[in-house]
């Protein structure tokens, strides 16, 4: 990282464990000075206090079922925590009496919101947003006082000003090119006059100033939308652990932090990747070209996995093995199907119908079945979807059999460098064999980047450990 040496512009952000407590928001802290006196320019995002976005959403929820002292209770705690935790971050008194100012009165405005809903009985997705859009609003002062405090020029600026979005509550989508002219507007001034602005995550407004939130855990998507607006040089995502793993460490305790991943492979790593960092983060910065890194705020010295466009291709071809559990096996059967054209389509419509997302579909060229795997929660209602939708097909006889297997899951390794290259597929099926489990169904994407098998559920770990055995010692090059 030669770079870093002379000033960058630095977009960091800090997920809800980091500003968890005083303790952690100290070491936050720290870290924003450490970069910033390096002769960085930094903006720093962040997320709630874990926990007090769930919170909001539940107090939303009871107003809008009419609950008038849900919220007194849910809020109360809310006021406790941010109060004391002020209280240990911050000593000079002004600077304490103006932050204990500001936020008490953010959630004296909240607690009205909440009369009002209780009152009207109903909470709408817009309602929802602006409710939850507080726990960021409020955790952004915590650290913009503790960093003045230890004497910064440092301030909480609301992303409402900032991020522009469409009026989809809940999980709005950004516009770009408006975002990135009110970003630059506000913010570079503020970097260039080397202060220390700290901009909430989560959050945005409609054109009409109407504020939206941008998706659970998207906090990770507003650094690299505001990163992406400031041109910034590097996007560190600081959360709670080294970086993203080659497999979940319960189940194979000498699994490891993968230095360097693609967009494409961190994109096969689907819902897995995803705990660790929102899936929509990598979108701004692959329009850029540019990279992200994931790190770890109780670990910095950690150089955590590094996310760039291109994949580096690692010996052994595989560089991770997930696991989705709680799924089921779904075949549709019968001779009936061979050669009729439309019996995958109406399949697949009538599973849309039944709110059952597919996480993988296979067919054999005979054409006699296919079968896709769901979520086992889904599995009745899309049954009784599907045989809706080929009664008569199953009246005929042309389908013998519409059922599912619970209990199964879908394990699936991960890396670009599977890509064309022969014998990966014989390599996962035979270190399956050896480890005595049976695979009931094979798919490999297109992009070639992962091969996915599913398994009985009683198999799982014996498989996730047989496959992570396939990964080379990386080499880990910085
Ligand atoms: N506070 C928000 C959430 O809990 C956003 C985030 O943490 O990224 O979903
Ligand atoms: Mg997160």
Redesign the pocket.
């Known amino acids: 990282m030669e770079k870093s040496r002379s000033s960058n512009l630095l977009t960091i952000k800090f997920?809800?464990t980091s500003m968890g407590g005083h303790d952690a928001i100290r070491q936050v802290a720290r870290i924003v000075i450490d970069h910033f006196e390096q002769g960085h320019r930094v903006l720093t995002v962040v997320?709630?206090m874990s926990g007090v976005?769930?919170l909001l959403k539940q107090t939303a929820r009871a107003s809008g079922d009419g609950d008038e002292a849900a919220h007194v209770a849910t809020i109360g705690e809310i006021r406790r925590r941010h109060q004391e935790t002020i209280e240990q971050l911050v000593s000079d008194a002004i600077i304490k009496r103006d932050a204990l100012a500001d936020i008490d009165g953010l959630l004296d405005g909240l607690i009205q919101m909440c009369h009002s809903i209780a009152i009207l009985r109903d909470v709408t997705p817009r309602g929802m947003d602006l409710i939850m859009s507080f726990?960021?609003r409020l955790s952004a002062r915590l650290l913009a006082a503790h960093l003045k405090d230890a004497g910064y020029q440092s301030m909480a600026i609301d992303a409402t000003e900032l991020i522009v979005t469409d009026d989809n509550f809940q999980d709005a989508a950004p516009y770009m090119e408006e975002t990135t002219t009110k970003v630059r507007t506000h913010l570079i001034p503020l970097l260039e006059q080397r202060k220390l602005p700290i901009v909430t995550?989560?959050i945005g407004s409609t054109r009409k100033g109407i504020v939206t939130t941008l998706g659970?855990?998207?906090?990770?998507f507003s650094a690299a939308i505001l990163g992406a607006a400031i041109d910034t040089d590097e996007l560190y995502i600081y959360t709670d652990v080294d970086g993203i793993m080659t497999t979940d460490p319960r189940i194979v305790p000498t699994a490891r932090v993968i230095p360097t991943l693609s967009y494409g492979e961190v994109g096969e790593l689907a819902y897995f990747g995803a705990k660790v960092l929102?899936p929509k983060t990598v979108q701004p910065m692959i329009d850029r070209g540019s990279t992200v890194r994931v790190r770890n705020t109780f670990n910095p010295a950690h150089m955590g996995t590094l996310i760039q466009p291109q994949s580096e291709i690692t010996e052994g071809a595989v560089k991770a093995v997930t696991v989705i559990k709680d799924v089921s096996l779904c075949s549709v059967e019968g001779r009936g199907m061979v050669g009729v054209p439309g019996m995958a389509g109406r399949t697949f419509l009538a599973v849309a119908r039944a709110q059952a997302s597919m996480y993988l579909i296979s067919q054999s060229s005979s054409e006699q079945s296919m079968c896709f795997v769901i979520p086992t929660g889904r599995v009745e209602a899309t049954l009784g979807s599907i045989r809706q939708e080929l009664v008569k097909e199953i009246e005929r006889r042309d389908i013998d059999r519409v059922w599912a297997r619970d209990d199964v899951v879908i394990v699936t390794t991960v890396g670009a460098g599977m890509r064309g290259m022969p014998g990966v597929a014989a390599r996962v099926c035979g270190a399956l064999a050896n480890a005595g489990v049976n695979i009931l169904v094979i798919a490999q994407g297109s992009s070639e980047y992962s091969i996915s098998l599913v398994v009985e559920a009683q198999d799982s770990n014996r498989a996730v450990q047989a496959l992570h055995n396939l990964i080379a010692e990386v080499r880990e090059v910085r």
């Open positions: 997920g809800g997320s709630a976005t769930d726990g960021e995550g989560y659970r855990g998207a906090s990770d929102h």
